[in-house]
Nanobody, 122 residues
Framework: VQLQASGGGLVQAGGSLRLSCAASGRTFSSHTMGWFRQAPGKERDFVATIRWGTGVSYYADSVKGRFTISRDSAKNTVYLQMNSLKPEDTALYYC????????????????WGQGTLVTVSS
């Protein structure tokens, strides 16, 4: 399984970016696909995740109302639409897959992409 994340870049505060993560190998309905982020000097934190079968999504409090996770089953791709970006959103963003349907726990995601860098300037 390979996860290829893309879409990061430099944006001004208040701006928007859309991250994509294309997965190789089939994603089953029991899986979850999530996004995590790691800011410089900090631990990697949960951002959002989506149940592949139902499309039900879950978010960290810090991004609720600003970020939206979605998936395209035909393309085997998960997206993260990020609006109203803040400087504190600056981080390396990783996509990940949990075959066990995990939600928030980083350790329960078995497959990880390489990360895409998001930089928000003030």
């Amino acid at each position: 399984v390979q996860l290829q994340a893309s879409g990061g870049g430099l944006v001004q505060a208040g701006g928007s970016l859309r991250l994509s993560c294309a997965a190789s190998g089939r994603t089953f309905s029991s899986h979850t696909m999530g996004w995590f982020r790691q800011a410089p000097g900090k631990e990697r934190d949960f951002v959002a995740t989506i149940r592949w079968g139902t499309g039900v999504s879950y978010y960290a409090d810090s991004v609720k109302g600003r970020f939206t996770i979605s998936r395209d089953s035909a393309k085997n791709t998960v997206y993260l639409q990020m609006n109203s970006l803040k400087p504190e959103d600056t981080a390396l963003y990783y996509c990940a897959r949990s075959v066990r349907g995990a939600l928030y726990s980083e350790g329960s995601y078995e497959y990880w992409g390489q990360g895409t860098l998001v930089t928000v300037s003030s």
